[in-house]
């Protein structure tokens, strides 16, 4: 069926690491894909989404891209911050509107 | 920025006992949905709701829930008979049109004792 699989946490890196967050999909189609945070405490915000293959979203210095070829959505950033820490969910929009989310990847950056 | 607020933030409930969650989702959006997150889990879907009925909905979603919009701006999710495995975090979302990024509240804690 159609699921969302991210890499397990938490993950523990320093100030100014590079970070990457793995995300692979199962679908039949195209599904729009997306990243969302949960700072501690807090409910979910967007973090930045792709609908077609090939897009690159991006947002406060967080990159994913699109990748059919792999099913894959990985985020990436260049240089974590302490405030970056908090739980990321990869998902997916099915053709049924439902977002399918993926377990989520807790981010522990220590300054 | 609009954004979709949810009420309470928090709400501790006696087993058996029913609750109303409220959601007031961005004003021009058509599309509303629960999910739900047990400590420690994955965010679920519940349900969605579109033109005042019921699009689809999970397993989860079984008699004991129901959801309504009963006026222009609010959407509620009612469980007629908590249970100590409904507690978890709510959270609304709401879209403009289907397939596009849902915008979610911040969530209600639900603690069933």
């Known amino acids: 069926g159609n699921s969302v699989t991210q890499m397990e946490g938490p993950v523990t890196l320093s100030e100014e690491a590079f970070l990457t967050i793995n995300c692979t999909y199962t679908?039949?189609?195209?599904?729009?894909l997306f990243w969302y945070v949960q700072y501690p405490g807090e409910g979910l915000q967007l973090l930045l989404k792709?609908?077609?293959?090939?897009d690159k979203g991006s947002n406060k210095g967080f990159e994913a891209t699109y990748r059919k070829e792999t099913t894959s959505f990985h985020l990436e950033k260049g240089s974590v911050q302490v405030s970056d820490s908090a739980v990321y969910f990869c998902?997916?929009?099915?053709?049924?509107?439902?977002?399918?989310f993926g377990k989520g990847t807790r981010l522990h950056i220590l300054p | 920025e609009p954004e979709v607020t949810q009420t309470p933030s928090h709400q501790v409930t006696q087993m058996g006992q029913e609750v109303i969650l409220r959601c007031v989702p961005i004003s021009n959006h058509l599309y509303f949905y629960w999910y739900r997150q047990i400590l420690g889990q994955k965010v679920e879907f519940l349900v969605s709701?579109?033109?005042?009925?019921?699009?689809?909905k999970s397993e989860i979603f079984d008699d004991q829930f129901s959801v309504e919009r009963p006026d222009g701006s609010n959407f509620t999710l009612k469980i007629r008979s908590t249970k100590l495995e409904d507690s978890a975090m709510y959270f609304c979302?709401?879209?403009?049109?289907?397939?596009?990024?849902?915008?979610f509240g911040p969530g209600t804690r639900l603690l069933v004792l």
């Open positions: 998902a997916r929009v099915n053709r049924d509107d439902k977002i399918i």
């Open positions: 709701f579109y033109n005042n009925e019921i699009s689809e």
């Open positions: 679908a039949t189609g195209y599904p729009s």
């Open positions: 979302a709401s879209g403009g049109s289907v397939q596009e990024t849902q915008y």
């Open positions: 792709a609908t077609k293959a090939d």
